[in-house]
């Protein structure tokens, strides 16, 4: 079946550091990915619509500045968390689309922690 | 507003018994899906059941559909100690392309 990889699943930082996560589709190309959030105890939370070759698509409240999405080839979009601060700790989930069935496959996800 | 709400929130059972959970939803969709979350990990995919289909299995699950009152289950028989996850439904929109959105989630502990 298809794979998501994300990376890494746990970071810790400091306060006004920056973050990366990646998403990658192992064995299948994906022209869209989807990055959520979730705090302990919640529902995923649809934060932005990663487009390969152009600007993700940000939901209603999510700050684009904040929260940077870069989606520069078909297996690999990555998040960036800059300037982090304590309130922005939470579990982040990506996923990405099998475009023949529709089915969407997630990573694993990737708790930061920001102190 | 949240797309899905499930009840119950929380389901505790005995391994052996049966665990349905519930999900509502508001607009009209293209299919919902069913995935359970083990803690701290990612989602894995249970079931789909498409807007024209009312009932659907697989192993030990079973999902039903009722558009008219835009609701859907989900039944596991025959629980197990290792079923013990968050479940959640996710519906899709016929605009919204892959795009999903999930509910709040049924927290289900079967219990050895």
């Known amino acids: 079946g298809a794979v998501v990889s994300q990376h890494p699943s746990w970071v810790i930082c400091k306060s006004g550091t920056s973050v990366k996560i990646e998403c990658r589709s192992l064995d299948f190309q994906a022209t869209t990915m989807f990055w959520y959030r979730q705090f302990p105890k919640q529902s995923l939370m649809l934060m932005a619509t990663?487009?390969?070759?152009?600007?993700?698509?940000?939901e209603q409240g999510v700050e684009k500045d904040k929260f940077l999405i870069n989606h520069a080839s078909l297996t690999l979009s990555t998040l960036t968390v800059t300037s982090a601060h304590p309130e922005d700790s939470s579990f982040y989930i990506c996923?990405?689309?099998?475009?023949?069935?529709?089915?969407?496959?997630f990573g694993e996800g990737s708790r930061l922690t920001v102190l | 507003s949240q797309q899905g709400e499930e009840d119950p929130q929380a389901l505790s059972i005995q391994e052996g018994e049966n665990a349905t959970m519930n999900c509502s939803y508001k607009?009209?969709?293209?299919?919902l899906q069913w995935y359970r979350q083990n803690s701290g990990r990612g989602l894995v995919h249970l079931i789909l059941?498409?807007?024209?289909?009312r009932e659907k299995h697989s192993g030990r699950l079973r999902v039903t559909l009722d558009t008219s009152k835009k609701s859907s289950s989900l039944l596991i028989t025959a629980s197990r100690a290792a079923d013990t996850a968050s479940y959640f439904c996710a519906t899709r929109v016929e605009t919204s392309g892959s795009r999903l959105t999930f509910g709040e989630g049924t927290q289900l502990t079967v219990n050895p």
């Open positions: 990663s487009n390969e070759g152009s600007k993700a698509t940000y």
């Open positions: 996923s990405a689309p099998l475009l023949a069935t529709g089915e969407l496959f």
């Open positions: 607009t009209s969709i293209n299919n």
């Open positions: 059941i498409r807007s024209n289909e």
